[in-house]
């Protein structure tokens, strides 16, 4: 869920001790970002096989897979651990353009399923799929139990990465009847300048994956279409590389529930994530 009240709420006084915050949460959460996936694993492919001699070095086949040389970001929204710090994740950080809190808890299903859970199941999913694929991944975070980080942390530890292409998972917190997934892109703020256009192409990969490839559709209470454009998250307002954020359906709508608590789904969407940024970084 990606549009808590509190980023009107917390404007009035947040001048006054935004400073202070700011430095606060940026500082507090290293150790999050630490590179994941740096060994490239998976099967080649029948024709790289077939070309493959015995004599065909572990790096040589490596280097055949879609994604050899490339960096993905991936960012699963909220923490598993935000529920029980309160003080931290309220705290307000500059995003570019405005003031928001550090993070929020997130939002979950009626069963008590959290969104935390289900971003993290997705993005590990998805790091499986990419690092298969030959990529190197980064994440912000690498577990469900801890706080954190600051959206503005994750946004960091995905630049200075200088990943190819990143992605924030999410899912909503929406009407009871809505249905569906949006992608939210970027909107030039200066520090975004340069890859918004590259966001966009990957917006529409993933909005063209995610209908092929699964069977969510479009939003009917969000959006327009399936994408929408933000300029109030951290997440987009100060990447310096390309990057959407997907809200991958309604946790409150029954219908969309059972889905994304399934694990099956669950891959489906990795799955999908995986084609998009095949297409997004090679073509194919
Ligand atoms: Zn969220």
Redesign the pocket.
């Known amino acids: 869920?990606?549009r808590p009240a509190c980023t009107r709420t917390v404007a009035a006084f947040a001048v006054v001790v935004a400073s202070v915050l700011v430095a606060g949460c940026t500082a507090a959460s290293s150790g999050a970002g630490a590179p994941s996936g740096t060994a490239p694993v998976g099967t080649p492919t029948a024709s790289a096989t077939s070309v493959a001699s015995a004599s065909a070095s572990p790096s040589q086949v490596a280097a055949r897979l879609p994604l050899a040389g490339k960096v993905v970001g991936i960012d699963p929204?909220?923490d598993g651990g935000n529920f029980n710090d309160p003080a931290y994740i309220d705290r307000l950080v500059w995003n570019g353009r405005e003031y928001e809190t550090c993070d929020?808890t997130?939002?979950e299903t009626a069963g008590g399923y959290t969104?935390a859970q289900f971003?993290f199941n997705v993005a590990s999913y998805l790091r499986a799929d990419l690092v298969r694929d030959g990529a190197r991944v980064v994440m912000t975070r690498t577990s469900n139990t801890g706080v954190g980080p600051c959206v503005t942390k994750r946004a960091e530890i995905i630049n200075a990465a200088h990943a190819n292409v990143a992605i924030d998972i999410?899912?909503d917190g929406g009407p009871v009847s809505g249905r569906g997934f949006t992608v939210l892109e970027p909107v030039a703020d200066g520090p975004n300048d340069k890859v918004i256009a590259a966001s966009e192409r990957f917006g529409a990969d993933v909005r063209a994956a995610l209908l092929a490839d699964t069977s969510m559709p479009v939003s009917d209470y969000y959006g327009h279409d399936g994408l929408i454009f933000r300029d109030d998250l951290a997440g987009l307002n100060l990447t310096t590389v390309p990057k959407v954020l997907v809200e991958c359906g309604n946790m409150i709508n029954p219908t969309d529930a059972a889905l994304l608590t399934t694990p099956a789904f669950q891959r489906a969407l990795a799955r999908a994530f995986t084609a998009a940024i095949v297409k997004f970084l090679t073509g194919r």
């Open positions: 869920m990606m929204g909220h929020t997130g939002t969104e971003n999410h899912a």
